[in-house]
């Protein structure tokens, strides 16, 4: 074949074409929505949430969960960028973790020390690192694929990325229905939850993002 | 031809050819890859320069069909030279990791490299017919006949008694499977 031939053919296969920001944004939104589903079908808020966000405890929950998911998601979008070696944004991927280390020494301050291990081991830990892992599957699903049509230096980097972003998105869900709402317990199942489905990207990225 | 010789380069020129394609000016798009071609050739054989011309144009294809396909990472309010430079370089990395040789691929971006003023050189055999091949039947006929015979969609889609719309649609899965068929299937 040749390469001239090859160019007129490429134009013909050259429709307009829809940002990539766009795709991700509704990824991202689209994949939440199939986790809120999948979370009011399977578990639904807490009975008593309508006290609950009165307390600055359940409502960090939230705070955290979120801040993680956007950040990530700001940091996934700029490593899409084939020309990006290293993301000037991956700063932000700190904010989530800061964030979380102070309310961990806020309430180690503020309750007694025989109360740490319980609030830590809490109730549900079980749970919670199953169903967070379950519920950030579909937004995880969705960013790869639009990640599939981005150009990535590192695949497993921007897998791993995108299982942050999903795993900020699952984990804030199953807040709403968790008891336990001490940064201590989020600390430890939380991030564990959440390291699993990044370790997925990770995995599923290298295998799926190359190009 | 834009002009590719001012003093910052091509730059300008083919970030608005580019925005002219990624908004589907076919016509636009075709001027772009035709100018970046030649500046690909060179790139490409100082890269593999101890390898034959058949060669050096396989690689050329290669790189031009990923910017077809990564056209959508390029973000309009961004440079666009840096885009295709890291392209390429990805591109030709990967081929020379494939292909087992140590060389160097160039530090400086092939933007800097004056571009190849000889022609095309004709390729007798290329690695994008054998792969074309290797395509299923569908995709196969559709590619054969627009890439390698030269025909249009629309006489594609006579020819074979396909919607246009799904010629356009096995032609781009086909183009999707031919880059992925060049990173995976020429281990050997």
Redesign the interface.
Known sequence: ?????????????????????RLFAAAAILGALVACLLFLVTLGPRPDIHQAVHTVRFDFKFVVTIVLAVTAFFVMRDM????VTQSRLRPLLWVAPVLLVLAVAAELMAVPQDQWMPRLIGHNMRFCTTMIPLFALAPLALLLWVLR???P?SPTRAGAIAGLIAGGIGAAFYAAHCFDDSPLFVAAWYTLAIGMVTGLGALLGSRLL?? | MPPANKPDGPEKAWADLMRA????D??A??LL??AI?PRLRKFAGNGLSRIGNADI?DV??EI???I?????????D?PFL??L???AR?KLIDVMRRKGRRGEVPIEGFIEILPDEAP?P??SH?E??KL?SRLDSRQRSV?SS???D?H??KDTATKLGMSEGAV?VA??RG?KKL?ELY?TGRSA
Do not use: C
């Open positions: 074949m040749k390469t001239d031939d090859l160019i007129a053919s490429l134009a013909a296969d050259a429709p307009a074409q829809r940002p990539l920001r899409a960028r084939p020309e049509r981005a150009a230096q190359r190009w | 394609g990624l908004a589907g076919a016509a798009y075709r890859l035709e071609a144009e050329v294809q031009l069909l990923a077809h396909l990564k056209r959508q990472t390029w973000m309009q961004q840096p885009w430079n890291a392209i990805h095309a004709e390729t290329s994008l017919n074309v590619v627009i890439s390698l030269g249009s969609i356009r032609f781009h183009l880059a990173r």
